[in-house]
C-alpha cells in the first residue's frame, strides 16, 4: 500500500498563475484533508471532505478550491496563486471523519509563489 | 479564544534520557487527544490517541498522559535515543469535531 501520496513534491509558481495539487489514497477511507504548514503556525486547516461527494471549509480556505474526484482522490487548486499561499501543503485521510479519527498524512507539497 | 500551546523552542536532551513534551489547551472540551511525530520534509506520522476518561496510555518507549483539570497532556520518550530526534506535535478535536493541531516541539536526542 502506498498510503497518501501527493504531486508534485515541489513546485513553483508566479503570482497570478494557477495550479492543482493532486492528493490519492489507497486505504478507503472515507474522509480527506487538505492542510497547510507555516512556521510557528502549525497545521492549518484548508478544507476537507467527510465522504465522497461532500467538501467543507475549514480554517483557512480564502484563495482555494477543492474537488474530491472520486473515494481515493481530493485535489486543492490555486485559481490565482498569492506569495501568502507560499507554505508546505498536506493531504491527509482518515477512515470517518470524527472525534478520535486518526489520519494519515501524505509526503507533502512544497509550494513557492513569487 | 482557543489555543494549543506546545513549547516553540527544541528540547535538547542527552541519550538515555526521559523527555517530557507538554501539550497546554485553553477554550476546548476534547474528547480525545493524538500525538504525532514529524520528521524534516516529511508528513506526520500518527504515535499515540488518549480518550479523556484515561489518565495515562503507554506504547514501548512512549507514554501518554492527559489531565482534564488543568487541561495538558504530557508526552514521555523513556530511554531516548538520536534516533527519536524529531517534532512532536499534538491535536485535539474541537467543538466541531475537527482535529486541530498545535505547533509542535522540536527534540533534539545527543548521543
Redo the contacts between chains.
Sequence with gaps: NAG?TQTPKFQVLKTGQSMTLQCAQDMNHNSMYWYRQDP????R?IY?SASEGTTDK?EVPNGYNVSRLNKREFSLRLESAAPSQTSVY?C?SSVN????????????TRLTVL | SQK?EQN?EALNIQEGKTATLTCNYTNYSP??L?WYRQDP??????LL?I?ENEKEKRKERLKVTFDTTLKQSLFHITASQPADSATY?CAL?NAG????????TRLMVKP
Excluded: C, H
Design positions: 497518501v510557528g503556525m502549525g497545521l486547516l476537507y475549514g498536506f491527509a471523519r470524527g472525534r478520535a479519527d486518526t489520519q494519515y498524512f501524505g509526503p507533502g | 494549543i516553540s474528547a480525545y493524538q520534509g516529511r508528513g506526520p506520522v500518527f490517541l480518550r506535535l478535536n469535531n475537527m482535529l486541530t493541531f498545535g505547533g509542535g
